[in-house]
């Protein structure tokens, strides 16, 4: 027998979707059938698998260890970072706040959000890792619930990321950048001068095969409306800092958006101006855009029940690259 007494974590959802997750290799049949038995019980009465589950309730499993391992399936590895995965990121110095259920990231130049391949190392990874050697979490708890972050930036933008320690942490955060009531305001240097604050919109569509954006000013087939605010921060020698507001948040938006009209970013092998780069690249290094994600307003009017309630109104800022400043410096706009 193996008793799984439900986390804060693991609370209200289907008894029959918590099952799922713990023996996610066994078909519901098995499920009910089991149920039935009473070979799986809920505080010790029989259970049909519809009911919500509460912290503290108890599941017992009555199942032999062949049987519970072979549903069971293989568990997935909890990521080891090698040395050199740890030196690329040092998350302990990257935090910008934590809470018991969220933790806000300043994510470096490099990093990737979300894995892009089964062998690639992301943030998910890096916050997991780190949240099993706080303490905050234990491995045996992944089997049902994994904390994950909530908004992605491109590998080479860095800045603000956001991630659910817990599953009220996840739920909430997701729903302020679902319904974009959470500001999202990025730094940016660009080529030309940009001395008034506007909004621009056009449509945007996407090319899966060369995964670049094209913008035009008119609705196509395939495209979708995209709406980005700035406003100018310093402007000088021909270069302007931006603070630039994501009001719709698509793919390589504010990238492909600025170089539209005629301002690209700098470093943007992928959209920007090609002589600029260069020299940035030989005088500085500079290989990837100078995009950073540098300010995060949550919303005032959050729900006194809300588990991020003490949030509400606040703003959270994030340094940018000590590369992005000393270019900003020594071109004036800094």
């Known amino acids: 027998m193996r008793e799984f007494v439900i986390t804060p974590n693991e609370a209200n959802q289907r008894m029959d979707k918590y099952l799922g997750k713990l023996l996610k290799e066994a078909p519901k049949s098995f499920f009910y059938k089991m149920l039935r038995k009473k070979n799986i019980v809920l505080n010790d009465k029989k259970a049909t698998g519809n009911e919500k589950l509460k912290t503290g309730d108890s599941i017992k499993l009555y199942l032999s260890d062949e049987t519970f391992d072979k549903f069971a399936g293989a568990r997935e590895n909890v990521p080891a970072l090698n040395q050199k995965k740890r030196n690329q990121w040092t998350l302990e110095a990257s935090v910008v706040y934590e809470d018991e259920n969220v ?47 909530c908004n992605r930036l491109d590998r080479n ?15 909430e955060l997701s729903v302020w950048f679902r319904d974009r009531s959470v500001g999202k305001y990025y730094l940016c240097l660009v080529k030309g001068v940009l ?25 196509e087939p395939g495209t979708q409306r995209i709406e980005t605010a700035y406003r100018p921060v310093c402007v000088k020698n021909g270069y302007t800092l931006l603070e630039v507001k994501l009001i ?8 492909a958006h600025l170089a539209s009209i005629g301002h690209p ?20 290094g500079l290989q990837s855009q100078l995009l950073h994600s540098w300010r995060l307003e949550v919303p005032k009017s959050l ?17 940018p690259p000590e590369l992005f400043c000393r270019i900003c410096k020594d071109l004036g706009v800094m």
Not at 109 to 135: F, W
Not at 157 to 171: C, E
Not at 271 to 279: A, E, L, P, V
């Open 303 to 319: 729900s006194l029940d809300s588990p991020l309630s003490a949030l509400g109104g606040r703003t959270f800022t994030a340094d």
């Open 103 to 149: 933790l806000f990231l300043n994510k470096p130049v490099g990093i990737l959000s979300q894995k892009a391949t089964p062998e690639d190392v992301s943030v998910n990874e890096y916050v997991i890792r780190y949240l099993l050697d706080t303490h905050a979490i234990e491995e045996k708890e992944l089997q049902t619930f994994k904390p994950s972050i």
């Open 195 to 219: 001395e008034h604050s506007e909004k621009i919109s056009g449509y945007l569509k996407k090319n899966e095969k060369t995964n670049q954006v094209l913008i035009s000013k008119k609705e």
């Open 157 to 171: 933008t860095s800045g603000l990321i956001t991630a659910g320690k817990s599953l009220q942490g996840l739920q």
């Open 248 to 255: 719709t948040g698509k793919t390589h938006q504010i990238r």
């Open 265 to 284: 970013i700098a470093g943007d092998f992928k959209y920007g101006n090609r002589s600029w780069n260069q020299k940035l690249k030989e005088g500085y």
